[in-house]
């Protein structure tokens, strides 16, 4: 993260690029019911994508990597600045996590703090992270998927690197959907069916809300601005398809969710023992894929047949619309100490009621 970054306010091409995320995320569906259609993944509609896989280890994806890290800040503090973003950022991370947006930062909030006598405070934090919902690692064949535009992004929640990851939800989308489509995929474009969430947070609460009411108290003991009318319905959806608990992955997915998570462990950095664990999760992760994806769709290089039909219903869109603005990446400059410094004490503060965001 660069200086620059972290002490600029964002531009006013991310502004209005947030403002048109929010626009386009609300235009998705007049039907809040649809939030709830699929009780595995609900609050998430599959968007249907035309694109090329890339070489990870290529220069166009490592361009595409570096322009995001030096737009991300910008987007989180653009994100909180906006009153709907700002609202949905203090139900989804709480006072605490918009704060850490505020600085430029990736938020997380203090779901527990514990303090002994005689040793420093320790807090047991949630942690959320920008991640791009069309993939870093594909092509999109049309100029309507901008990779590092705010309507590509979400702010999810991560398990830290390291831990087991079979309850992070962004991993669970990437070993269901993602990864068995691009493994072995073919060189040529294909149907890519990318996990779009309708908030641009997930999930988008951590408690729940069975009336409206209830909903706009919380708001307001948290000094956030009210939502519009849609996004209350959506949350309301939310929380009754979640049966008002927090959402969690469903265990008959955490094994192939906490494989993803390996792909990514220090030991497992070998390339030839990777692309052994990759194989193994495309297969797992490609008969599991099968029962919500449609015709056509590839998994682990075969396209489902014609007369496939999905066992689970999960709404369907296609994206059409081109980015209204462009966003560019400034100049990246060397790190903030400062910033650090700061991002720990925010993140070990406890988080009262009443606390303004």
Known sequence: MSDDSQSSPPGPEMVKAVVEMLRNLEEISNDPSIVGQCPELPGVVLDKVSATCLDREGPEYAKVNRDYQTLRAHYFKALAAHPVG???????????????????????????????????????????????????????????????HPTNFVVAKTTRRGLDQSENPHHFWHSLFLHPQTHNAPAEPIPIYVVRPMFPFYPPITQGFRTVDELRRKLAALGAP?????????????????????????????????????????QNKDPELNQQMRASLAEQGARLAADFLPAGAYVNGQQLPADHRPKKLIPLIESQKKPETVVHPSPARRKSRTSKRQLRQTALQPQPNHQKV
């Open 86 to 148: 700002r609202a949905l950022a203090a139900l989804a991370v709480g006072s605490t996590g918009v704060e850490l947006m505020e600085l430029g930062r990736p938020p997380a909030s203090v779901a527990e703090v514990r303090s002994k006598r005689g040793r420093p405070a320790r807090g047991r934090r949630e942690s959320f992270n920008c991640h791009h919902v069309v993939p870093k690692s594909i092509r999109p064949d049309s100029d309507a998927v901008s990779i590092n």
């Open 226 to 266: 009210q939502l519009p009318e849609v996004w209350e319905n959506r949350i309301l959806e939310f929380s009754k398809a979640t049966k008002h608990r927090p959402y969690a992955v469903p265990k008959e997915y955490h094994e192939i969710t906490r494989m993803f998570g390996d792909l990514y462990k220090a």
